[in-house]
């Protein structure tokens, strides 16, 4: 089976601190990140210095050359918005990618279950709603404006909306999930499209994009027979903090057309002098330092019937990250970290030769900086099935 930790939060946005000396706040402990290098890197929160802790990466500069492609992906980046600190420039002559992914294209064999999963979202975005398949109605996309899923009222699912925003943006928060698409009388209604990812940079001194930054939604996939299609994600969040920004790229976050799910992107700058694309919701004002958290909340997956989960879900869905062999219910066990020890922990299964189902986990035992729960009598069927988790206080 393959275990996901996609999480939903709320929480309280935090007052702007007005600074005469702007820095951004990094201390250098991740060293300058260089790449040069031309072709595509996926780059992991994990191979720094100081592995990015709560996904704030302390560099000292910041360097993507022409021909170079960065992905950050919500698995390598523990499916949590990515900040960015610098103490000097920022230079982005390249490209920076936080898409959501597509939703899978139901097929239409025996048993299209196996790309029924939900498309992924960039980091700190949501993922999309899988269509409903036989007796298994089809789920909404998740997030703040995640898309509804279809009905046999109206089978389509609905597309997500950027409808999450206050004028500093926190918490930092990437884009909804698509819904997924009723099934009546055919085979499988398509999967909603995962929502962009959020991205801030901040630096003490300039930003120069004279490349691309992405964060775009993931498209829908069409049904199978005369079911309903799923929703497309929306766009996520692009935030640039500095002194003086500059340039003549691009900061897109909703593929360059005129389409309605469109995420956000934000310039804090004293001297903004950018000059190149901005497709999405644009929001430009004064020099500001962002709070930042002093502690990022996750949940996430520790074991399943003793066996270890690991730290960061595998990119592709269909690659178990954990498997078992049981036919009796299991025990799941999760962590979680500055969540308060009251919130109830929700786990939502889709299997892939099963029916969906929903499990409340035990209570957390613990403090709120660092807690523990089992979510017992936990059904998997054979063969794949995504474990969402759902964290809300």
Known sequence: M??????????????????GQFSSGSTGSDGALNLTTSGTVYLTATSFPNQCANNVCNFTTVTISANTTVVLLASNWRSASVIWLAQGAVDIEGTIHL?????GNMSSVANPGVVRFPAAPGPGGFPGGVGGYLNQPAQPGAGYGGGAAGTASNPNGGSA???????????????????????SNCTAGGNGGGGGGALRIVSTSMITVNGTITSNPGSHSGPVGSCG??????????HLIAPTVTGAGNLITNR?????????TQINSSNNTFSGGIFGTY?????????LPTGVPAVQVVSVAGVSAPAFPAANPLVPDVTINASAPVTVAIATQNIPTTTTVTLYLTAEKGPDTTVTCGA???????????????????????TNILAVW
């Open 283 to 291: 929001v430009g004002a004064g020099l500001y330092n962002p709070p």
């Open 161 to 183: 909306t950027y409808n999450y925003y206050n004028n500093l943006l926190t918490p930092l928060v990437g884009g909804a999930g698509g819904g997924g698409g009723y099934q």
């Open 256 to 264: 360059q057309q005129p389409e309605t799910n469109y995420g956000v």
């Open 229 to 238: 299609s799923g929703g497309d994600g929306v766009g996520g969040a692009i």
């Open 364 to 386: 957390l035992s613990g403090t709120t900086a660092s807690s523990t729960a089992n979510c017992t009598s936990v059904n998997y069927p054979s063969g794949v099935t995504i």
């Open 99 to 103: 898409d959501g992914m597509n939703g």
């Open 2 to 19: 393959t275990i996901r930790s996609y999480f939903i939060l709320a929480f309280a946005a935090l007052p702007a601190t007005l600074a």
